[in-house]
């Protein structure tokens, strides 16, 4: 079965360049997350989006933004990188209750951020 | 808040033990409670779910019960194998939210 796709796996940027990852639901699905994961830590959900809007919004700093394009796949940009920045960056998908789904994530395998 | 606590780790087994990882909860709704596993160096899979009081979410040998009275949902699993090396994470999603919140993860470590 088709799973979320995300790319690139890994990623390597200096302090205060800018990187963009991206992530493609598995199809049929219309809601996308956003979790980061740090080292050994839990995941942290940053934003959410349901057909192509913003429908929830956790910790996610003000130098990230996001959106989700008319194909449903999504783009997680990020400026002004910070050494603390370097984590594990996680996407998942759900089929929403609204249309029909049980809104259980399915996450991709990540991309690695490393900020040097 | 919503929140989740799980066992602290490493738990360390021998093959062919029994497993426990206990998970409690606190939720303002009437959440999802789901388990996810996270192998190294990989992402997070899906293990098992539950979606209502007294339901039992199994796969692989895993299981969980939704127990409301003592807000829980603890992972068992009858006999353990070094495959099943992980982190897992206990995690829910609280009603009419689809976003998850989760515990700290447990590390299992099986030795043949």
């Known amino acids: 079965a088709a799973g979320v796709i995300q790319s690139p796996r890994h990623l390597m940027k200096e302090k205060r360049e800018t990187a963009t990852l991206k992530c493609y639901p598995i199809p049929r699905h219309d809601t996308v997350y956003w979790y980061q994961q740090g080292p050994g830590q839990d995941p942290q959900f940053l934003i959410s989006f349901y057909e192509k809007m913003q429908s929830d919004k956790g910790s996610i700093p003000d130098r990230f933004s996001a959106q989700q394009f008319s194909d449903y796949h999504s783009e997680l940009n990020m400026s002004s990188l910070e050494l603390g920045d370097s984590a594990l960056y996680f996407c998942a998908s759900s089929f929403s209750v609204r249309d029909g789904g049980t809104d259980t994530q399915y996450f991709g395998p990540g991309t690695r951020l490393t900020v040097l | 808040g919503d929140s989740v606590t799980q066992m602290e780790g490493p738990v360390t087994l021998s093959e062919e033990a029994f497993l426990t990882i206990n998970c409690t909860y606190t939720?303002?709704?009437?959440?999802?409670l789901f388990w996810y596993v996270q192998y190294p160096g990989e992402g997070l899979q899906l293990l098992l779910k539950?979606?209502?009081?007294?339901d039992k979410g199994s796969n692989k040998g895993f299981e969980a019960t939704y127990r409301k009275e003592t807000t829980s949902f603890h992972l068992e699993k009858g006999s353990v194998q070094v495959s099943d090396s992980a982190v897992y994470f206990c995690a829910l999603s609280d009603e009419g939210y689809s976003t998850l919140t989760f515990g700290k993860g447990t590390m299992l470590l099986v030795s043949p």
């Open positions: 939720a303002t709704g009437y959440p999802s």
């Open positions: 539950a979606t209502k009081a007294d």
